[in-house]
């Protein structure tokens, strides 16, 4: 049964789901290989970022580290129902893991490392907090901001934008 800091994360993770579930809804799919500048992601490999990082909820729970060394291929998707479809499997891997970690088990170091490179070893809750939640919403910021750039009307996530009021 999980803990504190775990039931304090979920509804946070189940809030954010929603805002991003509605952004890959509108994703304009014809311009997956669209990209504001040439060291930028493309829109698509962007938007299976966001996707995949939720996925890190779970990895992070259940494992003490992640070797980067190991082939970690990319969710295939060709419609928008897909990526969401893809996007909310994660969401309920991440909650079920929450779910089942104790407070204790959020103190347990984990590591990231390549090989035999170590990138950063830190408590499991700093990994949550820093390399699950805070990347993924700075890149869904990323995500909104080609919306934008493609026209696309942007959805409310934390208030009203100037499409939806």
């Known amino acids: 049964m999980s803990g504190p800091i775990a ?15 509605k952004l890959f809804e509108r994703l304009p799919v014809d311009k997956r290989d669209w990209t504001p500048h040439p060291k930028s992601f493309a829109l698509g490999k962007l938007a ?3 996707a995949q990082l939720v996925g890190w909820i779970s990895v992070t729970c259940q494992t003490t580290e992640l070797d980067m060394s190991q082939p970690f291929p990319p969710p295939a998707w060709a419609s928008n129902a897909e990526l969401v479809a893809f996007f909310d499997a994660q969401v309920a891997q991440a909650v079920k893991a929450l779910g089942a ?3 204790a088990d959020m103190m347990v170091p984990w590591t990231l ?3 035999d490179k170590v990138f950063f070893s830190m408590p499991r809750i700093q990994v949550i907090r820093s390399m699950a939640f805070n990347h993924f919403v700075h890149h869904r910021g990323q995500l909104s901001l080609y919306l934008r750039m493609n026209d696309v009307p942007l959805p409310n996530m934390y208030g009203p934008t100037a499409d939806e009021q």
């Not at 039931?7 to 579930?21: D, K, N, Y």
């Open 48 to 50: 299976t970022h966001v």
């Open 101 to 103: 970690t104790s407070d």
């Open 7 to 21: 039931s304090s994360l979920i509804p946070e993770l189940q809030h954010e789901a929603v805002s991003t579930r």
């Open 113 to 115: 490392k390549m090989g």
